[in-house]
């Protein structure tokens, strides 16, 4: 009886340290991750779905390079002539066995060529403009999902201050010298601001599975910022900005290599013209007698004025209009620039604002407000706007230094270029 317990013992020893070690297990799964905003877009080229589909476009290509050089197969034909009636067809007196090649012009397979490398070169840097989309929307609900959090810490800080302030009202109410009535203010304002925690706290969340949805982070992880709301100054000119934009931007760069490829197509549509060249060999067997025999020949564009005269309008009309919007683009890529360079001056002259004393001003009043009250020197409304006030200057330089962010990361995709922010 003692040997069964003690065997019963053991194993359920054993089970409990197994569901221990699983549910271990499980807790480290599902730890979340602290990254850098460097690591995070790293992790988004390698996840983002988009990304992945945009580089088996540049397999593809490549594999539509190659399927545009191919050559049209050999035609074989054999003919049995001369069966005398009632006969199987071995007692032909004449066969004929004839292989024949047709290809199109030689200097069509080197515009098709020319112009199967410019669709992967196209396909590349189309690659490259989805990864420069993605980090922009990286780094912008990056930016957003730490300014929430500073959000979120901003409530937690303004219901300590509430709480002070409550417990300085209690005081102040004990000791006879103020009324019931500023207690309940207090405990109302206390209250108000503990519901503004929970809206804090769900967009924080909104953003934060706009980060994991972004670099595909499983449902049990949650990718945590590592960086903070750091200010820092950028010194921007607006010509240079303007000339890394000009010679550097992928859609730019699209535009242009969607022009070339253009032309390669009136190239091959005036090829269009020339002649496919044929050519051939038989072989021949004339009452038990061998003969061989070669054939060549060109075709001859008869029906050019509606073929191959629609074919050169067609791709010259593309041709003009890719042109046109190469040029276009330009301009608007130009003004992208300057609108976004704007922005960023913008909002870094807000920041500087809250940078310039108000931020330090606003603190230092509310603390001589809450003391002035605990000595009976002013009353409670006076508290709760300089609370208030403390409270929204904060919230609004949050707000402030998170825009700028954005406004940079905008900068950023209208330049291509990286800013160490």
């Keep these: 009886m003692i040997n069964r317990i003690s065997i019963f013992s053991q194993r359920f020893r054993f089970i409990v340290i197994i569901m221990l070690f699983l549910s271990l297990q499980g807790i480290a799964q599902k730890q979340d991750t602290t990254i850098t905003l460097e690591t995070a877009v790293e992790i988004g080229v390698k996840n983002n779905l988009a990304i992945l589909a945009a580089e088996e476009d540049v397999a593809a290509t490549k594999g539509k390079a190659i399927t545009g050089l191919g050559i049209e197969d050999p035609e074989v034909t054999g003919e049995w002539a001369e ?63 730490v300014a929430s959090r500073e959000q979120v810490n901003l409530v937690r800080e303004n219901i300590r201050l509430a709480e002070d302030f409550l417990g300085a009202a209690k005081k102040r109410y004990k000791a006879g010298k103020a009324p019931i009535l500023e207690v309940k203010r207090a405990q109302i ?132 209009a890719k042109k046109y919007r190469a040029q276009n683009e330009i301009l608007v890529r130009k003004a992208k620039v300057k609108g976004a360079y704007s922005q960023v001056i913008a909002a870094r002259e807000q920041v500087n604002k809250y940078l310039s004393n108000l931020l330090e001003q606003s603190e230092d009043l509310y603390k001589l407000t809450l003391r002035s009250y605990e000595e009976g020197k002013v009353d409670y409304l006076k508290v709760l706007d300089a609370q208030k006030s403390y409270i929204n200057i904060n919230k609004s330089y949050i707000d402030a230094l998170a825009n700028y962010k954005i406004q940079v990361a905008d900068l950023e995709f209208e330049t291509n270029q990286n800013f160490v922010q």
């Design 83 to 145: 069966i005398p009636k009632g006969s199987g067809v071995r007692n032909y007196n004449e066969r004929n066995i004839t292989i024949s090649q047709s290809i199109d012009f030689p200097t069509n397979y080197i515009h098709r060529k020319k112009r199967g490398d410019l669709d992967i070169e196209r396909s590349k840097v189309l690659l490259k403009e989805k990864k420069l989309e993605l980090r922009t929307q990286i780094e912008k609900v990056y930016y957003q999902l």
């Design 189 to 320: 304002v206390l209250a108000n601001i503990e519901n503004e925690l929970s809206v804090a706290q769900s967009n924080f969340e909104k953003h934060q599975a706009a980060l994991n949805a972004l670099l595909a982070i499983p449902d049990e992880k949650n990718a945590i910022p590592a960086d903070s709301l750091t200010y820092r100054l950028l010194d921007l000119s607006l010509s240079e900005l303007l000339q890394q934009a000009l010679e550097t931007h992928p859609q730019l760069l699209i535009n242009n290599l969607s022009t070339k490829i253009a032309g390669k197509n009136v190239s091959l549509a005036k090829g269009s013209y020339l002649p496919k060249i044929t050519g051939g060999y038989t072989s021949q067997n004339i009452g038990g007698n061998q003969f061989r025999g070669i054939e060549a020949g060109i075709s001859i564009p008869l029906w050019a004025p509606v073929n191959q005269r629609g074919q050169v309008m067609e791709s010259k009309g593309n041709l003009a």
